[in-house]
């Protein structure tokens, strides 16, 4: 877990993406050709139609406990009016002794019901087997660009693309353990702590294997990820005649880097060191929120001014509006991300 911004975001993803992953496994079942991850990933299809199965059951459990609660409720209130109607001449029989009326189970909100399945063990673990079968892909998705650039042997190479892999499961399991619905502010301190004690082993691996230099360029790698990943998307919607040369994508993700670098957040999102210092609740505010917003617009600007010394006037317009589009996108995960933390009990603030 690097900072607050890829914890929120990476909480949203593993929600949805598991949800995805029911559908995707159940039509990959059909298919007559599967690679061997895809296999992997299908065999827990029928432990993920089971959990979904669990859920509506629970719904149904707990649909029928509010109306047996309803039906008592109304046979206690019919027994007290046919007492009202005996003639006060007749002594009125003593009543039995009243068998309480069974409490209505607090119906779980959405949240709190996918929190609920995403802690049960079964779910957990196909979502563990999942990270397994494309955790290879992953790190080369991630770190493909790095690897070639590095050029290592064979052997050292492997080596790495282990720890690398290590590395991000720690980040996977913490955005697991935050979608359980008893997340409260100790617990996300204890957690916090724990994972970078994680991190820091894989880190210090990491370090001996490739000594000062080379995990220097991994630290620089990783902190600019988030402007690597908006270039990739930005390069996607530039036309032919206007792509960026290799000299001007270098140049523009160290403008972008840059300038984030050198912006003072009020809260700063990025912030990896936030996250043992606070907990989520108490940085995942709507004031806060609105504070990035308007921050993280004023930052894009600073980019946008920033980049006339690399982009042609062609490009300069596209990348604008790709920086207005992606902010968008961005703060709206977090919104999401954050109301879904709270809903799930992970709102507290710091005790």
Do not use: W
């Amino acid at each position: 877990m690097k900072n607050a911004l890829l914890i929120v975001l990476l909480v949203t993803t593993i929600l949805f993406g598991g949800l995805f992953a029911y559908e995707l496994k159940k039509s990959g079942a059909a298919r007559s050709a599967l690679t061997e991850a895809e296999r992997r990933a299908a065999a827990e299809a029928d432990r993920a139609a089971q959990l979904e199965k669990r859920a509506k059951d629970l719904s149904s459990r707990l649909a029928r406990a509010e109306a047996d609660a309803a039906n008592a409720s109304l046979r206690a209130s019919e027994a007290e009016q046919s007492t009202a109607r005996v003639p006060r001449s007749a002594p009125a029989p003593a009543p039995a002794p009243a068998e309480p009326a069974p409490e209505p189970a607090k119906k779980k909100t959405g949240l709190a019901l996918l929190g609920e399945i995403f802690n049960d063990p079964d779910m957990r673990e196909m979502m563990r087997s999942q990270r397994k079968a494309f955790g290879g892909p992953a790190v080369d998705s991630v770190y493909g660009n790095y690897l070639k650039q590095l050029n290592l042997p064979p052997e050292q190479a492997d080596k790495l693309k282990e720890l690398l892999k290590a590395k991000m499961g720690v980040a996977n399991e913490a955005g697991l353990n935050f979608l359980t619905g008893d997340m409260t502010p100790e617990k996300q301190k204890e957690l916090a702590a724990a994972i970078k004690e994680q991190t820091d082993g894989y880190n210090q691996q990491i370090r001996q294997l490739l000594g000062d230099r080379g995990y220097a360029q991994l630290e620089y790698f990783e902190k600019s990820q988030p402007e690597r990943q908006s270039l990739s998307g930005f390069k996607q919607q530039l036309p032919t005649a206007a792509a960026l040369s290799p000299a001007q994508e270098q140049q523009l993700a160290q403008v972008m880097f840059d300038e984030r670098q050198n912006f003072k957040f009020t809260t700063d999102f990025y912030d990896q060191q936030q996250v043992p210092r606070q907990t989520l609740g108490a940085i995942l505010t709507e004031e806060n929120l609105a504070t990035f917003a308007r921050e993280q617009e004023q930052l894009d600007q600073r980019r946008i001014v920033a980049a006339r010394r690399v982009l042609t006037p062609e490009q300069l317009g596209p990348f604008e509006r790709h920086l207005n589009t992606s902010r968008e996108m961005q703060l709206n995960m977090i919104r999401v991300g954050a109301k879904m933390f709270r809903g799930l009990g992970g709102g507290g603030g710091n005790p």
